[in-house]
């Protein structure tokens, strides 16, 4: 059992796609919105998987969503925080406390809150894998150009995140590592990117389904490791 959060559209959507064409029961977790120029008509949702609400802002919505998969199945074996929202390219000296604050409360504190609505189940289970969706503009090696601050901070600390919790979860049968989907054509990406959201889903979805001796703590592109 699956729960993607951030998939009404884009990679989140392709994410779970692919992870339901494995043949992993999936919730894809969505908030209230209509439809994009990115992302096809809900008409044209695949029936292999499932829409829940889902706000990682609301620790209340969190709990809601959790609990009923829980009751449903008794049990969520992957996480994917794939919930993500920028603050766009502007002067990092001129800071917008109230962007910073809704960024980091999306990238970050979203994906700690849902992981620890999750993990208690996969301990019982001593099975999980935890991916979290981060991004090159988060790596400290390849840091190098000033645009969107907060976006990149809160991305560098989803990797400290997944760090943190790969250590804290070790020896539980629990992987947790982060994956850089690269450059991909979606709302936040805009339509000049490079690469495709299959391209931008399919590290995510192998980090989501790795053998018991995969690796724990990494951060991944292509299928690659990516530094830090």
Request: aromatic share 6%.
């Amino acid at each position: 059992m699956a729960l993607v959060s951030g998939a009404s559209r884009g990679i989140g959507r392709e994410i779970a796609r692919q992870l339901a064409q494995q043949g992993v029961s999936v919730y894809a977790g969505v908030r209230k919105q209509k439809p994009t120029a990115f992302s096809p008509d809900r008409s044209s949702t695949v029936s292999s998987y499932r829409e829940i609400e889902l706000d990682v802002t609301q620790a209340g919505s969190v709990d809601a969503a959790t609990s009923r998969i829980l009751e449903g199945s008794g049990r969520i074996d992957i996480l994917v925080n794939n919930a993500g929202v920028s603050d766009g390219d502007h002067d990092a000296l001129q800071l917008d406390p109230d962007k910073f604050r809704e960024v980091m409360d999306v990238n970050v504190l979203g994906a700690w809150r849902l992981s620890e609505a999750v993990v208690p189940a996969m301990i019982r289970n001593n099975y999980g894998r935890i991916v979290n969706v981060s991004s090159t503009l988060g790596s400290l090696h390849h840091l190098n150009r000033p645009s969107e601050p907060a976006y990149r901070i809160s991305k560098a600390a989803v990797n400290a995140l997944t760090r943190v919790f790969a250590t804290r979860l070790d020896g539980t049968g629990i992987l947790v590592n982060a994956a850089s989907p690269g450059w991909v054509r979606t709302d936040l990406g805009g339509p000049n990117a490079p690469r495709s959201v299959q391209q931008g889903a399919d590290t995510p979805v192998w980090l989501a389904t790795l053998p018991p001796d995969g690796p724990s703590g990494g951060f991944f592109y292509d299928r690659a490791p990516l530094e830090w």
